[in-house]
């Protein structure tokens, strides 16, 4: 296979990242409705609406941020907002689009949880906009670094390299499996799908990026490493607390 794999579309010759990006987001998005409709859980209008902007504001801030503060130096000694746009990560979408479904949460006063629904839907359009990560091989920043390990793979360049991306389509479908059997079970709180997602893969990235290129900002940490943290951090201490209140009232 040569990379990066492209496509002609409409005369022009487009990338498989933002492509398949495009598709897992419209995928993603028709299977969130498709659950919504089956969902015996009704949220009002003013709440889903609220939800909704606030996950999309705050994921495409955050996914922009965070992006460009992968390379802090590069961002500050020269900026641009062309630049500043065209640099996404997932990490940051995820941290502060959940940071925005809180804040709409507080404003129209709602207090459940509503993370459970949009947790396969997520894992869809991530695995589809990972396929288009490995297919676009070095030529955007979403490569691992070389390896001498059975696992290498040429990626557009003369190095054998960790192919990250299909490391995490295969960790995004275990854990879809691992989902689902909680899901089946049917006994956790409202919430618990969510938690135990944004867990599991805020670890899962914060061990990765030690296999891919980063600009170490803190000690030998990367700017998403920083955000994983956090984020593993706030879950511990959320999940422990419900465990908490749970005993006290059982």
């Known amino acids: ?66 992006g460009n503060l992968e390379n802090p130096y590069m961002m500050f000694d020269d900026f641009s907002l062309r630049k500043f746009w065209s640099s996404n990560t997932i990490v940051g979408g995820l941290a502060f689009g959940l940071l925005g479904v809180e804040l709409a949460k507080k404003v129209v006063h709602h207090k459940e949880s509503t993370g459970d629904l949009i947790v396969f839907p997520l894992i869809l359009a991530m695995i589809i906009g990972r396929i288009g990560c490995f297919l676009t091989g070095i030529y955007e920043e979403t490569y691992g670094l070389p390896t001498e390990s059975v696992f290498g793979m040429h990626l557009g360049d003369q190095y054998l390299r960790h192919p990250v991306a299909l490391y995490e389509i295969g960790f995004l479908i275990i854990l879809w499996a691992c989902l689902k059997y909680i899901q089946r079970r049917k006994k956790y709180r409202s919430g618990f799908l969510f938690q135990v997602f944004m867990l599991s893969y805020f670890t899962f990235r914060f061990l990765l990026d030690f296999i891919k290129p ?8 990367g700017t998403i490493q920083i955000v994983c943290i956090c984020v593993i951090i706030y879950y511990i201490y959320t999940i422990k607390n419900i465990q908490s209140q749970d005993l006290k009232y059982s």
């Open 1 to 66: 296979m040569d990379f990066p794999v492209t496509f002609h579309i409409f005369g022009k010759t487009v990338l498989a990242h933002p492509l398949f990006e495009a598709v897992g987001m419209f995928m993603g998005m028709r299977y969130y409705f498709y659950l919504k409709r089956k969902s015996k859980e009704k949220l009002s209008f003013n709440t889903s609406a609220a939800v909704l902007i606030g996950a999309t504001a705050g994921a495409l801030l955050g996914s922009k941020l965070i």
């Open 214 to 221: 980063r600009v170490e900002v803190a000690g030998n940490l």
